[in-house]
């Protein structure tokens, strides 16, 4: 699973708890941060095979502490529990309920994976592992991504009060989500490291959050002026 984890956080974005779609963003991906992040540390493994599965190329063997079920458990309360002091480092409110939404969008990263990954994720320490391994039928996979993607941005457009210019934007942003699973699923590359992988898992997560950023900054100023 990729772009469709950002679905959770399109469709978790609502006027009541107003947390920011950047937020969200890492928060849907926050268990894929910390792989990525052990994986470069050499604590968690990973191989790179072409052909690994008909959607993906990962053949994530060892990733314990980022991808169990009581692991995930563990980082959506400890995302949860720490939304509070980001918020209020950032100067963003902070609700009960917003900290139960962030928790909800880090499992739903697992939940997400549980139906992509090939039985790569354990269910207690390394073993007893579980997936409904959907990326090993590459068109159903990358629809459901994008079925996923669909619903999530439609939910952002009809939940939040927004400039027309933003709506562009976020419509913009998902074309462009397309356009990059359209690469990760059908374009044939050659495998890269495990390092050069997650590295590039960092760097592109980021850019979407970034991006995630400045959309919801598009026609605020204009919004919130004076009278
Ligand atoms: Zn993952």
Known sequence: MFVGHYSVA???KGERDKIPLWILFVAVQFLDYIWATLVLLGIEKLRVIKGFTAGSMLDSYFHPYSHSLPT??????????????????LGYAWTTSAALVIAAAVFSHWILDLVAHPGDLALYDNTWKVGFGLWRYRDPEFALEIALLAIGITLYLVRNVMPPIRKAAVIAFGLGLVVVQIGDTYVPRTPLTDKA????VWIFYTLFVAIAFVVEKIGSRRQSSPL
Do not use: D, N, R
């Open 197 to 200: 992988t997650v590295l590039g």
């Open 10 to 12: 399109f469709a978790a």
């Open 72 to 89: 995930a458990l563990i980082w959506s309360a400890v995302a949860a529990v720490g939304y509070k002091p980001l918020c209020k480092w």
